[in-house]
Nanobody
Framework: QLQLVESGGGLVQPGNSLKLSCAAS????????IGWFRQAPGKEREGVSC????????TYADSVKGRFTISRDSAKNSAYLQMNSLKPEDTAVYYC?????????????????WGQGTQVTVSS
């Protein structure tokens, strides 16, 4: 019953934009930090971005800094990842995940819940 469902992935050309959504059901996101992760074939899953439960702080991997923006909407019980200036190396399955925390983003993000992922492919 507790679910995180990602959407918005697809095939785009380099330089284009994509916005991913993460919708929660069965629980409220208000008490959780939310992270976006990605995993490309043959590579380890990596953290992309995190937003605190309050939305007051965010973190980004160096590889996406300046291009991606994480956000959340309490009214919609959802989180988003706006991805601009996409590069082929951004190709991966993107997952949202949440962890209950008191503040900020965890130093070690061990999620309580994971979504199933959405495929993002950046190619000409």
């Amino acid at each position: 019953q507790l679910q995180l469902v990602e959407s918005g992935g697809g095939l785009v050309q380099p330089g284009n934009s994509l916005k991913l959504s993460c919708a929660a059901s069965g629980f409220t996101l208000d008490y959780y930090a939310i992270g976006w992760f990605r995993q490309a074939p043959g590579k380890e899953r990596e953290g992309v971005s995190c937003i605190s439960s309050s939305g007051g702080s965010t973190t980004y991997a160096d590889s996406v800094k300046g291009r991606f923006t994480i956000s959340r909407d309490s009214a919609k019980n959802s989180a988003y990842l706006q991805m601009n200036s996409l590069k082929p190396e951004d190709t991966a399955v993107y997952y949202c995940a949440v962890k209950e925390v008191l503040r900020g983003c965890p130093r070690r993000f061990m999620p309580d819940y994971w979504g199933q992922g959405t495929q993002v492919t950046v190619s000409s």
